[in-house]
């Protein structure tokens, strides 16, 4: 199977899972560190697939999936971070956008991933697409504040994370790449219980009232559920192909984002930051006509 449509349904799943996870950090959790924490714990449930053919890692495809584990709970932390203070349909496109390019930088300058004449096509025209559809949202206010430098900072974490899993699966199997990162980030986040206040928020969240029976935590299912199963098909991706060049289709997620924005306009109005005048909606077709390209050219 071609890593194409895993990528696309999983950017689609990652954008439904974005949209619970502002609302969550709007009126539930507001430590990106809470939220993190209980990401990083659901992640140890990848030890059931142990029976399903995992064996003994390879010593350096485990080095680069337990940095992959380390450098994506840092992604984790500074991408809720910037949510907490900005809408998503800003923080995901700005991340998005970093992230493949990052990840493209370091993979072929010190990994030696490289893309082929094709994909550089298709690469230009998803991250072309996807800032033409994101220009006017964050372009001017969050150009120089200290937000969109956290968020920058999310995107590079990010591409460090995947390029690693990449280079992870070149020494190993898949499941035991999984499952060794998804460990490494379940690692990283139990130190978060070291830190008093952080180990106060984690078990003062609304996620513990009522023994986990409650509205918060059913969110904090659903979200999960979409965005482990977004996440495991994108380190399937990301075992057949570059990660920059995976990690570019993210113009799909903001697509997704955009839509659960209008639909929950009058509920959640600090999902959409702008307004939809002709030149906008001109500007969203043609950024959409772009990333269409963009898919098509890296089908053909």
């Not at 094709?118 to 200290?146: A, P």
């Not at 659903?222 to 495991?232: C, H, I, M, P, Y």
Request: with cysteine; proline share 4%; net charge positive.
């Amino acid at each position: 199977m071609s890593y194409l449509p895993i990528s696309i349904i999983s950017y689609a799943l990652n954008g439904f899972s974005l949209i619970v996870d502002k609302t969550l950090l709007n009126e539930s959790l507001p430590s990106p560190y809470v939220y993190t924490f209980y990401i990083g714990l659901l992640s140890a449930l990848v030890v059931f697939l142990i029976p399903l053919g995992a064996t003994m890692p390879n010593l350096q495809g485990a080095i680069f999936a337990i940095l992959s584990g380390i450098f994506f709970a840092l992604s984790l932390v500074t991408f809720f971070t910037s949510m907490r203070h900005t809408v998503v349909t800003v923080v995901g496109p700005i991340v998005g956008t970093v992230n493949p390019v990052f990840a493209l930088i370091v993979g072929s300058l010190i990994l030696n991933q490289e893309l082929v004449a094709h994909q550089w096509v298709s690469f230009l025209l998803l991250i072309t697409g996807g800032i033409i559809l994101t220009f006017n949202l964050w372009w001017g206010k969050h150009s120089l504040d200290k937000n969109f430098l956290i968020m920058i900072l999310s995107g590079c974490f990010f591409g460090l994370s995947y390029v690693m899993l990449r280079q992870a699966f070149l020494y190993d199997s898949f499941l035991n790449v999984l499952i060794v990162s998804r460990l490494a980030l379940t690692a990283i986040v139990l130190i978060f219980l070291f830190f008093p206040q952080t180990r106060h928020d984690i078990f003062g969240s609304q996620i513990t009232h009522n023994h986990f029976a409650n509205k918060t935590s059913a969110l904090v299912l659903s979200s999960q559920l979409a965005g482990g199963v977004s996440g495991l098909m994108l380190a399937w991706a990301v075992s057949m192909a570059s990660p920059a060049i995976v990690n570019s289709i993210y113009g799909v997620q903001y697509i997704v984002l955009l839509g659960g924005a209008i639909i929950l306009a009058k509920s959640h109005p600090h999902f959409l930051e702008e307004r939809f005048t002709p030149m906008v909606l001109v500007q969203k077709i043609l950024a959409v006509i772009i990333i269409s390209l963009g898919l098509v050219y890296l089908a053909i």
